[in-house]
């Protein structure tokens, strides 16, 4: 089970923020967010030693701390690369495998304006990436009086398909179209972020039922898969969108995610161009 990748690669995609896999010392998987938050390629971090990117000086307690953890453990590090500081979460989850979640400790104030767009926004379409959207949706979520609110996702169908066809520039224009198209639809109090190469999710104050959503659902996804031109031709694409409402006993942010990506997956496997209700 360990050296299933594709397993590793779907619990990652559960953890929101920066995480990663560590097969005893090594780096065995990471989501999209660590790459970006180390500043290195994913490269050249899958398959090295956690510890070899840390400064020198850290080194031997990160080793001893890994080694050590039974349940989960918080420690602090800076980047051999950027002397970043950051926090590292880890949890065993068996004898050999411990998920790691990474965070910044830097103040924004230190930070520069480049390094806080790197940390916070999606390169490609400049909305929030995965890690800020599931960090506001989990503080909506735990805040003393729980607004009701809704979650909008939607993904582009068969991205790779355009990818084949018309190339990866043309397949990045149709997400920041797709983007520009959803962020015409919200209000000022809606979140709105990248989650994945293929999908976004929206984070709404509503208290509408699942008919008015889905009825808003509908309409997004009719506007959002519009063909786009690009280099004077027109691309097409279709879209799946899911809906959810959440209420004042709102899931945990893992469980949300944990539904969408089988969601996700469902709607892919059924050819997409769908609107669905998601239960949580």
Same mark, same amino acid.
Request: hydrophobic letters at 45%.
């Given at each position: 089970m360990a050296d299933d990748a594709e397993w590793l690669t779907a619990l990652l995609r559960c953890m929101p923020g920066a995480a990663m896999i560590l097969e005893g010392q090594e780096i065995k998987a990471v989501n999209n967010d660590l790459p970006q938050l180390f500043g290195i390629p994913r490269l050249r971090i899958t398959g090295s030693p956690l510890v070899d990117l840390i400064l020198p000086e850290q080194q031997d307690g990160l080793r001893t701390c890994i080694d050590a953890l039974e349940g989960s453990a918080l420690y602090s590090v800076r980047l051999a690369s950027s002397?970043?500081?950051?926090?590292? &979460?880890?949890? $065993?989850?068996?004898?050999?495998?411990?998920?790691?979640?990474?965070?910044? &400790? !830097? &103040?924004?104030?230190?930070?520069?304006?480049?390094?806080?767009?790197?940390?916070?926004?999606?390169?490609? &379409?400049?909305?929030?990436?995965?890690?800020?959207? /599931? !960090? !506001?949706?989990?503080?909506?979520?735990?805040?003393?009086?729980?607004?009701?609110? #809704?979650?909008?996702?939607?993904?582009?169908?068969?991205?790779?398909?355009?990818? +084949?066809?018309?190339?990866?520039?043309?397949? +990045?224009?149709?997400? $920041?179209?797709? #983007?520009?198209? /959803?962020?015409?639809?919200?209000?000022?109090?809606?979140? /709105?972020?990248?989650?994945?190469?293929?999908?976004?999710?929206?984070?709404?104050?509503?208290?509408?039922?699942?008919? !008015?959503?889905?009825?808003?659902?509908?309409?997004?996804?009719d506007e959002v898969s519009f063909p786009v031109e690009f280099n004077s031709t027109l691309v097409s694409f279709t879209a799946s969108v899911l809906v959810a409402s959440i209420g004042t006993k709102p899931p945990s942010v893992e469980r949300i995610v944990a539904r969408l990506e089988a969601a996700g997956q469902k709607a892919a496997a059924t050819g997409g161009n769908c609107t669905d209700i998601l239960k949580l």
């Amino acid at each position: 089970m360990a050296d299933d990748a594709e397993w590793l690669t779907a619990l990652l995609r559960c953890m929101p923020g920066a995480a990663m896999i560590l097969e005893g010392q090594e780096i065995k998987a990471v989501n999209n967010d660590l790459p970006q938050l180390f500043g290195i390629p994913r490269l050249r971090i899958t398959g090295s030693p956690l510890v070899d990117l840390i400064l020198p000086e850290q080194q031997d307690g990160l080793r001893t701390c890994i080694d050590a953890l039974e349940g989960s453990a918080l420690y602090s590090v800076r980047l051999a690369s950027s002397f970043m500081p950051l926090s590292f &979460t880890m949890r $065993r989850i068996s004898d050999r495998l411990v998920v790691v979640s990474a965070r910044s &400790t !830097e &103040t924004e104030h230190q930070l520069s304006a480049a390094a806080r767009g790197a940390l916070t926004h999606d390169a490609v &379409t400049g909305l929030a990436n995965r890690y800020v959207v /599931l !960090e !506001e949706l989990h503080r909506r979520l735990h805040r003393g009086s729980v607004q009701p609110m #809704a979650i909008i996702a939607v993904w582009v169908d068969d991205l790779g398909a355009v990818v +084949e066809s018309s190339g990866h520039r043309a397949a +990045e224009h149709v997400c $920041r179209q797709v #983007a520009e198209r /959803l962020s015409t639809r919200l209000r000022g109090s809606d979140m /709105l972020g990248r989650i994945d190469d293929h999908a976004f999710l929206a984070v709404l104050v509503s208290d509408s039922d699942l008919d !008015e959503l889905t009825a808003v659902a509908d309409r997004l996804r009719d506007e959002v898969s519009f063909p786009v031109e690009f280099n004077s031709t027109l691309v097409s694409f279709t879209a799946s969108v899911l809906v959810a409402s959440i209420g004042t006993k709102p899931p945990s942010v893992e469980r949300i995610v944990a539904r969408l990506e089988a969601a996700g997956q469902k709607a892919a496997a059924t050819g997409g161009n769908c609107t669905d209700i998601l239960k949580l």
